[in-house]
């Protein structure tokens, strides 16, 4: 019998394959490393790319430059795990047009090597000494190594941070903080790498002062997959479940696609406590158990169709046999070998720089807390492959039960979902540079602004298809003033709405409370995240980004509702376009864009959408009455912003807001400007 495989209700996302991405230059450099090779002279240079982009190849070029050319000594690359030092073996570089080999003497890679991560701080004394150029150690190792030798020992030599995300401002963070000393000081050379554009959890990578050290490349999500040769769609969806989530996992998984499954932490809400018959009660859902392939250690399983599926188990506990597993499918004989393995079952690996090319399906039960986690996840899916068009990542949540009293675990994990799904909407998408239309705007080179053209009288909107860049002018837009606010608008919108999100009270509101003013959540809530995530901005600069963020994100929302209309149909005869024929019909519908408008929209609009098509209405009323049941009053902080927002009102318009306009924001900020008073006069009275 063959299982009816349920519909998730995603997002979902078309590329056009043009193959730049994977496309080498003279050089052997592909697109997003030829971009990081142009900055190779900076001291100190971030590189935002996302997985499989070829950061580890982009690394290795702009070290041998700075190695040979730039007066550095040694090279140290640090990584998070042992894993990814392979990353970082022997790569003939000079047979595709580069004028150097990137090679490690083998005792110098420390990720190969036995013993623990204290032990091995004596192998990097040992290196600083040599006359050798290059070192790859873990994230730990280089920390231990720092505590032991100080950070003069490190002077004139490259550092290099795989996996950046890692690092964080805060005190606690030892990595974070020897990154501090080391710009401090002045005297390395850094080039951080990430695949996420932010940690998940609101802590700052670096400290703000030590940030504005470093150039960035930004290379997006939407640049990797539209750049690729055989990926052309992405969905990401959340399947809402009730009983145990391995009942209902055949419901998503499908035989036939190539799957990695993460099952739940053993302390989440989801997991059942026994990690092994969950693994094994996936097993016996898939067919009938055939024993253990003698050469890999992968489980055979025959489906009722007859198809006999290699599953690699990563959650069992011996270390030898999952040790024996992880050694198969690392074996580079193997790795163009599609047939080799078909589902992957893991716990706490096959995440983070996990590469198999051919994984179409990324299938993760319970909510990840950390977004970057996610990026992560939807990353190992994200590979291209020689017949994948499709991939995609789904994400099994416990749906709220409406008879239990103790439901708000899974509303919180419900909301969080949504916030995750809006943001990686946001990261997939084309990026935004909005500029304030005025009369002195005019057409950029690069820019195609559609069949009319360029139209002084009008605000427009351009896209260049090479960088997936949309320009967009927008009425009455704040411009940033300093460097630092222009490179926030530019380069960092993704981690302000990230903060935006992941801001329970925001999302709460967006989606569940039916009296609430949008203005509310784009210019009160955004506005307080973007004051306390950059204090050192000035309000006008704070303004101005607060006015980026908030008008891509919903730029994304409102073009991708315009672009429903066609795109379902019309994916085949052109793949890509619906979402940006969206944003030009949105912004041609209503004629001129203005922060207004833009203001006026509520950002999380789509997502209630959706949340409603994969819940059922009673869980749906359950996740309402939770909400409402904590329906927060006006604070004397959200009071005082109401009173600035009505200020700048009053100096537009020549009167204070009225409170019994019928404009609900109008009203709502006189409200902020009446409590203050009653403030006012009650301390008065004292």
């Not at 042992?82 to 580069?98: C, K, V």
């Not at 597993?325 to 706490?348: E, F, T, Y």
Request: contains cysteine; hydrophobic residues 40%.
């Amino acid at each position: 019998m063959t299982k009816e495989v349920k519909s998730v209700p995603s997002v979902s996302v078309s590329y056009t394959r043009n193959g730049s991405s994977t496309k080498a230059n003279a050089l052997g450099m592909r697109s997003m490393q030829e971009r990081a090779y142009e900055k190779r002279g900076e001291q100190y240079l971030l590189i935002k790319s996302p997985p499989a982009s070829g950061k580890s190849r982009a690394l290795m070029f702009i070290a041998l430059d700075k190695l040979a050319n730039q007066g550095l000594r040694q090279a140290i690359i640090v990584v998070p795990e042992r894993s990814i030092g392979a990353s970082f073996h022997d790569e003939p570089l000079s047979q595709f047009g580069f004028w150097a080999d990137w090679w490690v003497e083998p005792k110098w890679n420390l990720c190969d090597a036995p013993g623990t991560d204290g032990g091995k701080v004596n192998s990097v004394g040992s290196f600083l000494e040599s006359g050798d150029k290059v070192l790859v150690c873990t994230h730990a190792t280089f920390r231990f190594a720092v505590d032991r030798f100080g950070v003069e020992a490190f002077d004139e030599r490259l550092i290099a941070v795989d996996e950046f995300h890692h690092v964080s401002a805060n005190p606690d963070n030892k990595l974070g903080l020897h990154l501090g000393a080391f710009v401090a000081r002045d005297k390395v050379h850094i080039v951080a790498m990430t695949g996420s554009y932010f940690r998940g959890d609101a802590e700052a990578v670096l400290a703000p002062q030590d940030e504005a050290k470093f150039d960035s490349v930004t290379y997006t999500y939407y640049e990797q997959l539209n750049g690729y040769q055989y990926l052309k769609q992405l969905d990401i969806g959340y399947f809402f479940y009730s009983g145990s989530y391995a009942d209902d996992i055949l419901n998503v998984l499908d035989p036939d696609q190539k799957t990695i499954i993460h099952i739940p932490s053993v302390n989440s809400r989801e997991s059942t406590k026994d990690k092994i018959r969950e693994v094994e009660h996936i097993l016996s859902a898939l067919g009938d158990w055939q024993g253990i392939d003698r050469a890999t250690g992968f489980q055979l399983v025959r489906t009722p169709e007859g198809k006999v599926l290699r599953i690699a188990d990563l959650v069992d506990d011996d270390a030898s046999r999952r040790d024996r597993v992880s050694a198969a499918l690392k074996d580079p004989a193997q790795k163009n070998n599609r047939d080799h393995v078909d589902i992957i079952i893991a716990l706490g690996m096959a995440k983070e720089g996990f590469d198999w090319i051919w994984c179409e399906h990324a299938l993760t039960v319970g909510y990840r807390s950390s977004l970057t986690e996610i990026v992560q996840i939807i990353g190992r899916a994200t590979r291209d492959a020689p017949g994948k068009a499709r991939a995609r990542f789904t994400n099994l949540i416990a749906e709220p039960d409406a008879s239990e009293e103790a439901v708000t675990e899974a509303v919180n994990d419900t909301l969080k979902a949504i916030a995750a799904s809006l943001l990686m909407e946001q990261v997939l998408a084309p990026r935004f540079e909005f500029k304030p239309k005025n009369p002195a705007s005019g057409p950029v080179e690069g820019f195609d602004y559609g069949e009319g053209g360029y139209q002084a009288d009008k605000c427009n909107v351009g896209f260049n298809e090479e960088r997936g860049t949309f320009q967009i002018e927008i009425k009455g837009l704040t411009e940033p003033k300093s460097e630092e606010a222009t490179r926030i608008c530019q380069q960092d919108l993704n981690e302000v709405i990230a903060a935006f999100v992941q801001d329970k009270t925001a999302i709460e509101r967006g989606l569940f409370d039916q009296e609430l003013v949008p203005e509310e959540l784009t210019q009160l809530r955004m506005g307080k995240i973007i004051k306390d995530k950059y204090p050192e901005l000035d309000e006008e600069d704070q303004e101005a980004v607060r006015q980026h963020a908030i008008a891509a994100l919903n730029l994304t929302q409102k073009a991708k509702e315009v672009a429903l209309g066609g795109a379902e149909g019309d994916g085949e005869k052109s793949p890509n376009t619906a979402f940006i024929e969206g944003v030009r019909r949105f912004a041609m519908d209503v004629r001129e864009l203005d922060i207004d408008l833009i203001d006026r929209i509520n950002p999380f609009g789509e997502a209630y959408a959706i949340l409603s098509k994969a819940m059922t209405e009673e869980s749906l009323k359950q996740v309402a009455a939770v909400i409402s049941g904590k329906r927060v009053t006006l604070t004397v902080e959200e009071a005082r912003e109401l009173a600035k927002r009505a200020l700048k009102f009053k100096q537009e318009r020549g009167r204070l807001p009225s409170i019994t306009s019928a404009d609900a924001w109008e009203k709502r900020m006189a409200e902020g400007v009446a409590f203050l008073a009653r403030m006012k006069a009650e301390a008065a009275r004292g």
